[in-house]
Nanobody, 125 residues
Framework: QVQLMESGGGSVQAGGSLRVSCAASKVTISGYCMAWFRQSPGKDREGVAAIFIGGLNTYYADSVKGRFTISLADDKKTVHLQMNSLTPEDTAMYYC??????????????????WGQGTQVTVSS
């Protein structure tokens, strides 16, 4: 079982930056994918970015490539999502998720087993 805690959400102006973080509970997550999803009212849930806790392969939605960076902290249980050049379209509730990774499966294609409560990100124009 994995418990996830998000932090770092808030409100920024367009063009600004924000970092959200996701800390996993005391469990070995080697071989897992950890990911960030986001959802706004009336919109489909979108997988934003993911990282494989092994080879540290990273995956990004086309909408955030070149602007967002996902990384694993030195504690090996915390994932950061650095969000730069934010626009109002990035406004959403951001959710951290984790799941074991089957072989030969891209992290953003997986159905995730464990979810955090979410943290709100608001970008004003």
């Amino acid at each position: 079982q994995v418990q996830l805690m998000e932090s770092g959400g808030g409100s920024v102006q367009a063009g600004g930056s924000l970092r959200v973080s996701c800390a996993a509970s005391k469990v070995t997550i080697s071989g897992y994918c950890m990911a960030w999803f986001r959802q706004s009212p009336g919109k489909d849930r979108e997988g934003v970015a993911a990282i494989f806790i092994g080879g540290l392969n990273t995956y990004y939605a086309d909408s955030v490539k070149g602007r967002f960076t996902i990384s694993l902290a030195d504690d090996k249980k915390t994932v950061h999502l650095q969000m730069n050049s934010l626009t109002p379209e990035d406004t959403a509730m951001y959710y951290c998720a984790a799941t074991p990774k089957p072989a030969a499966t891209r992290c953003l294609a997986l159905t995730y087993a464990y979810w955090g409560q979410g943290t709100q990100v608001t970008v004003s124009s």
